[in-house]
């Protein structure tokens, strides 16, 4: 019993170990041998681990505890007791081999311990303020990530372009690092280079993986991606606004992102470049319209459009791609108005806008005016009730009278507030569109048209190698004028002012479409009058 027992010295640091005042498993080797030394004690085997201890299952621990348990009793070097147990399991296993003497002594270079009755209650205390410690770090570690969030800071290691910096528990710019970063947007928003060029370039500089190799097409798309870039900072996917300094401004990784997304999405191109597919039905069967390539019998190639025929029979013929333009480009004619004359509109919507805009602002204050006089009056009535100048029978008369007008004026100043304007931009649109149909009913740029088609035209269909679509009344409106609105013009010089005959037939379509987008009934009811049906 008296004999000096020889040591077994365990050293362990996990990765994940929240706590910094934890020496790495070097130092603490060095440490306890140091104390070895100090204390004339003899090294039998030393065991390190990195692993945690806050769940049992260690196998180093497990080894070194075989070894105790078979052998004839020897001591325990540790630099605390929670490098040895942060579980109860494990730090029960501890205490008995104490028990059992296969433990002669514990010694820790940071917690004086001595195998007395008093001693062991101590450890037991260690091991259990070790437990209590474990169970309370996960929700530490939520509560200083949520302090982080808090206070903007970041979490982690810097990415690349910042470095941490302890003082201020943030991240800040790298003098050059930052800048490459700042370079490598600059270079990529030119537009001119891949992910590997882009990786080329930046080994160039010496950013290069851990295999001193151009960084990874992937590595390349985190970096143009990542927002921390912005100032934001990245938590369980979500971003959040950090307060350390930008590298990149807005613009620049806006314009970046721009060159990403398209260079993603490769469209595909001219093999199957039908322009016209997935926009018309058939008008007799109902079936999609497809495209298809043929040669003619002199040897060219053309596209041409027909119906799908997968809903049964049909007898609808095919039509070459130049022809259904044609056919899709006079339609639109029909709709569109020169460029004088919704230049002129847009000119009259802004004087309409600004008149409405100021009476309507005087008649907002007016009611808000006469809401705080209701309000007052009631602030009076109540109080007279209170002071006993009225009896209760004529205050609540004269309250219910004074509600029932704060609500109708409150419910007036709730529906000015949803009512205001609310044709101003559906008119502006449908003039641009109007213009936008004048210029590509003379364009040859098919997928624009398409698109554009998509946009203004209600069910889309082909009859008779025609190309067939409705359009919004107030377009509608404006077809029905065209016939008389164009020999109106045709005596004035493109470029020209207006003449009051246009004018007066212009602006007979544009109230019509105001009436329209402000009250889509009302003007319908209208022109159904007008037209005497
Ligand atoms: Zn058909």
Not at 99 to 113: C, E, M, Y
Not at 324 to 352: F, G, V
Not at 503 to 508: E, L
Request: with cysteine; net charge positive; charged share 30%.
């Amino acid at each position: 019993m008296n004999i000096k027992p020889k040591y077994f010295l365990y050293a362990r640091k996990s990765t994940e170990d929240d706590d910094r005042q934890v020496m790495s498993i070097e130092a603490q080797l060095f440490e306890l041998r140091e104390f070895a030394r100090r204390e004339n004690f003899e090294i039998l085997e030393e065991f390190q681990e990195a692993k945690s201890a806050k769940t049992p299952g260690r196998e180093i621990f497990g080894e070194m505890m075989a070894k105790v348990e078979k052998s004839d009793g020897v001591g325990i070097l540790a630099w605390h007791p929670d490098r040895l147990a942060r579980n109860s399991i494990d730090g029960g296993r501890i205490i008995y081999a104490v028990d059992t003497h296969k433990i002669l002594s514990l010694r820790f270079s940071t917690f004086w311990f001595e195998p007395t009755p008093q001693g062991l209650f101590m450890l037991q205390v260690a091991f259990g303020q070790s437990k209590y410690y474990s169970d309370n770090l996960a929700e530490n570690i939520k509560r200083g990530i949520r302090q982080k969030l808090r206070r903007k800071e970041w979490l982690g290691l810097a990415p690349f372009g910042y470095q941490n910096n302890p003082l201020k528990r943030n991240i800040e710019p790298h003098s050059t690092e930052a800048r490459i970063v700042k370079f490598a947007f600059e270079e990529y928003a030119k537009g001119g280079h891949s992910f590997v060029s882009l990786a080329q370039f930046l080994a160039d500089l010496g950013v290069v993986s851990k295999n001193r190799t151009p960084l990874a097409k992937v590595s390349i798309k985190r970096l143009l991606t990542n927002k921390a870039y912005l100032g934001f900072l990245k938590h369980k996917g979500e971003w959040f606004d950090g307060n350390f300094e930008p590298i990149i401004s807005p613009a620049l990784f806006e314009a970046v992102e721009k060159i990403l997304k398209t260079k993603e999405r490769p469209r595909r191109r001219a093999k199957h470049d039908f322009p016209f597919t997935g926009l018309f039905r058939c008008a007799e069967c109902g079936s999609m319209i497809s495209a298809q390539w043929a040669v003619n019998r002199w040897g060219t190639k053309y596209r041409y459009y027909r119906c799908s025929k997968k809903r049964g029979r049909c007898s609808q013929p095919y039509i070459q791609e130049a022809e259904l333009a044609r056919k899709i480009k006079s339609r639109l004619q029909t709709i569109s108005l020169c460029d004088e004359m919704t230049n002129w509109m847009l000119n009259e919507m802004k004087k309409w806008e600004r008149e409405e805009t100021s009476a309507s602002q005087s008649e907002f204050q007016n009611l808000s005016e006469n809401i705080k006089t209701a309000e007052a009056k009631m602030e009076k009535l109540v109080s007279a009730y209170l002071d006993g100048d009225i009896p209760k029978a004529t205050y609540l008369k004269k309250k219910d009278e004074v509600l029932l007008v704060s609500a109708v004026l409150e419910q007036k100043k709730k529906d000015f507030e949803n009512g205001r304007k609310n044709w101003v931009e559906p008119l502006r649109e449908w003039i641009l569109d109007t213009k936008q149909a004048d210029f590509l009913s003379k364009s040859e740029n098919y997928h624009e048209i398409k698109t554009f088609v998509q946009k203004i035209g209600t069910n889309p269909r082909v009859r008779n190698k025609s190309a067939v679509f409705d359009f919004c009344p107030a377009s509608q409106f404006a077809a029905k004028r065209q016939t008389i609105l164009r020999s109106a013009a045709a005596s004035r010089p493109r470029g020209a002012t207006l003449s009051n005959r246009e004018v007066s037939i212009g602006g007979d379509i544009l109230h019509f479409a105001r009436t329209f987008f402000a009250c889509p009934t009302e003007a319908l009811k209208r022109r159904r009058e007008r037209n005497g049906n």
